[in-house]
Each structure stands twice: as C-alpha cells, then as structure tokens.
C-alpha cells in the first residue's frame, strides 16, 4: 500500500463536481455554502495537484475539459464510496440506524416475520433488519463468526457462551388428523394420552425435533422414519392419517389454516420452548440487541399466539 499523502481531498472534489453539475463557480459556491474565492481556490489547487485542466474558464461560462470529464466521472465514484464508508460506520457507532443481520429458525419465521417486521419499524423507523434463515447449528456458527450481529434462538438447545434476551415461552400443542381417537372433546390432553402413537418428527438438525421429544418424556411413541424439513409437511402428513406431531403455538394459527387437522392442548406442565434474541459475547451490538429483544418479546406478547 501506498502511504504517500494524496495531495488532494474529498472536500475538492465536492466543489470540482458542483462546479460540473452548474457551469457556474458562484452556483457551486452558493451550492456548498462557501466564499466564491475559496471555492475558486480549492478547485484551481486540485487542477494543479492532479496536473490537469478540470475546466476552461471565459467569457461564455465555464465548460469541462475532456480529460477533465474523465476524471470527474472517477471523482463521483470516491465520493459515493466515500458516503457509503460514512454512513456504514454510523451504522456502527448506531446498529439500530442501519442494517442488521438477524437470524431466525426456520421453525419461527414463516410464523413471526409478518408482525416483528412492523413492530421493529414502528421502533426502530432507521434500522433494516435482514433476515437469514438456518437451523441452530448454522445460526450459532454465524454469530460466533460475525456473519450475523443477533439471532432469534430456543434456550432449550446448545447455545454456549452466547448472551441472551428472553422472549418468551412458546408452549407446544398437539396436532391431530380429523376423526382421530384423541380429536373428540376440548379438554387438555394429558401427554400420557398420547402412548403408543405413531408420531411425526422433523429431521436432524431442527432443535424443534429434540424439544418434540423432550416434550413427550417418559410416554411411549412410536416414532415414524419419515422426518420432515418443515412443520408444513408435517400438518399435512397429518392431515393424511400417517401420524399425530406437535406443534409450537405460534405456528398453530397458520398451520391449521392449510390443512385439515384438529388442534388440542396439552395439560399442564405443558411442555414448551423458549424462545430468546442471542448474539456473541462483547458484541458492539449487544445493548441495541437488548433494545431489540425488548421490542420483539412485547410483540410476541401482543400477538394473539404469541408467548407467554
């Protein structure tokens, strides 16, 4: 790398460019809100650090050289590199001014996006979340890397040493085909009413599939060998007689409404996730994450399936 000292500056630059943009000195001059000397200095002393005529000066106006329009056209480039070198370390003394990647299970987006969007931008009108979807192994690698700046996670998985907002609990009911045994009736379900039932899973990978089975303890099932990549086809293969699955509430509302199944919830203590905003230890970002995840728990809050 060169580290000579350029002999000229971005501020030259901006004059050089308002004096192109007008064909006027006193124009440009009014335009930066500067003497017209100084302007006039400025841009005579970039000429002569750069060796080249920017502008031919007369009695009919000021017109741009040849080369001059060349090397204007590389002068634009720095300056909006320079804007955007600007206003992405403002993002950073500011996380909540800018974007912000945000990972999210795939067993939460579908469900949640359509009102944390919103909620966030009524919050934080500045900020530009960009959502990444991945399992919690994915999403956990990525924090830990710098590839994401937060993470909406279960506690109930492997996190390590990564800092964490509660959210809230998302309790799991259990989804049922129509004419079902255990589809009568509106009572909560003892979980041991579910013994010998053949049971649908996600695949490896989902923390959901781990919790599922944590959820169901010492009853019994029958676990089937198809597993599913999403909870999607997991209602469907309900709705087809193939088995019984559970689901977390906040996806309930959504599920149930693609397919035809019967919906039952659990007696207590009824089993469920937590749900929590996660970023890396000493992370620049960590009390605007904080703010974040205030934000996203009262809309989980608000949300008529979101946690308790």
């Known amino acids: 790398m ?11 630059m901006q004059y050089a460019l308002a004096v192109a943009e007008n064909l006027s000195f006193r124009k440009a001059a009014d335009l930066c809100a500067v003497a017209q000397p100084s302007l006039s200095a400025q841009v005579a002393a970039l000429e002569e ?13 000021v017109r741009v050289t040849p080369p001059g329009r060349a090397l204007l056209v590389r002068m634009g480039r720095m300056l909006r590199e320079g804007s955007d070198l600007a206003q992405e370390a403002r993002s950073f003394v500011d996380p ?26 009524a919050a934080f ?14 999403l956990t690698a990525g924090l830990r890397d710098g590839g994401l700046e937060g993470a909406l996670l279960a506690l109930e998985a492997d996190l390590g040493d990564l800092e964490t907002f509660p959210l809230g609990q998302d309790p799991f009911q259990v989804c049922l085909p129509a004419g079902h045994r255990l589809a ?8 041991e009413a579910l013994e010998g039932e053949r049971i ?20 019994r099932v029958e676990e089937l060998g198809f597993r599913a990549t999403s909870l999607s086809t997991l209602v469907h ?54 703010q974040v995840g205030a934000e996203v728990a009262a809309a989980f809050r608000k949300h008529p399936d979101g946690g308790r």
């Not at 909540?96 to 931008?121: E, H, K, M």
């Open 184 to 191: 009568r009736g509106t009572r909560p379900l003892d979980l």
């Open 200 to 219: 649908l899973l996600l695949d490896d990978g989902h923390c959901l599939r781990h919790q599922a089975l944590a959820a169901c303890g010492r009853t």
């Open 237 to 290: 293969m309900v709705a087809g007689g193939l088995g019984i699955t559970l689901l977390p509430r906040l996806a309930v509302g959504t599920e149930a409404a693609r397919a035809t199944v019967i919906l039952r919830p659990l007696a207590p203590p009824v089993p469920f996730r937590t749900l929590a905003l996660a970023w890396r230890p000493g992370s620049y970002a960590g009390p605007s994450l904080r």
């Open 96 to 121: 909540l001014a800018g974007p912000l990647r945000l990972g999210i299970l795939p067993t939460l987006a579908p469900y949640v996006l359509s009102f944390l969007t919103p909620a966030l931008q």
């Open 125 to 138: 009108p500045r900020l530009q979340p960009i959502w990444i979807e991945g399992t919690t192994a994915t």
């Open 49 to 61: 650090a750069l060796g080249v005529t920017l502008f031919e000066r007369g009695r009919g106006g």
């Open 2 to 12: 060169d580290t000579a000292p350029l002999p000229f500056t971005l501020r030259q």
